[in-house]
C-alpha cells in the first residue's frame, strides 16, 4: 500500500507528490528544495517528520544514500560546486536530527571523493556542531587531512 501523506501544515503541501513520484532524480530533487525551504526547519517536530517520511515512505524506498551521490555525481560547473556544497550541508542538519549515524554515513561517502577541494567546500558550509562531528570524523582519514591544510588547524584546536 503507497505511503499517503498528511500534514496540518501548508508548507508541506506543496511536496505531497514526492511521495508517489517513481523518478528517483525528481524525488531527490524534492527532497533538495525541501531542506533549502525558508520555511522549513531542522529544529521543527512537524518538519522533521515529513523530512523522514521523504526519505524513508516514498514509493521509491530508502532514499538517503541516493541523495549523496545524485548530487555530487551531475554536471559540474563552478556554480554547481557551491550550490552542490551548500546543498549537502543544509541537507546534513537534517539528516543529523534523524540519527548521527546517517551524519557518519554521509562523512563517509564524503570522504571516498578523489575532489578533495569539494570536501572542503562541503566542510566551509557545515553548521558549527557539524563541523565538530565532522573533525571527529576526519581524524580516521589521514590522507584527507593532508589534502586540506584548513583541517590541520581546525583539529589541532579540537
Known sequence: ???????????????????SN????RHLQTI????????????????????????????LGKVHI???????????????????AKNLARYCDFIVKISDLFLG????????????????SVFDKLSALNKIKFIHKVEAFPDVVRQIPKLKLYMTFS
Open 105 to 120: 554515513d554521509f562523512f563517509n561517502y564524503l570522504m571516498r571523493y578523489k575532489d578533495k577541494s569539494f570536501i572542503g
Open 66 to 84: 541516493s541523495y549523496y551521490s545524485l548530487l555530487h555525481n551531475r554536471k559540474r560547473s563552478k556554480t554547481h560546486f557551491v550550490a552542490t
Open 1 to 19: 500500500m503507497a505511503y499517503k501523506p498528511t500534514s496540518p501544515h501548508k508548507r508541506h503541501r506543496k511536496y505531497f507528490g514526492a511521495f
Open 22 to 25: 517513481k523518478n528517483i532524480t
Open 32 to 59: 533538495t528544495r525541501f531542506c533549502k525551504d525558508k520555511n522549513i526547519s531542522p529544529d521543527d517536530a512537524d518538519d522533521m517528520d515529513f523530512f523522514r517520511a521523504l526519505l524513508f515512505e516514498s514509493c
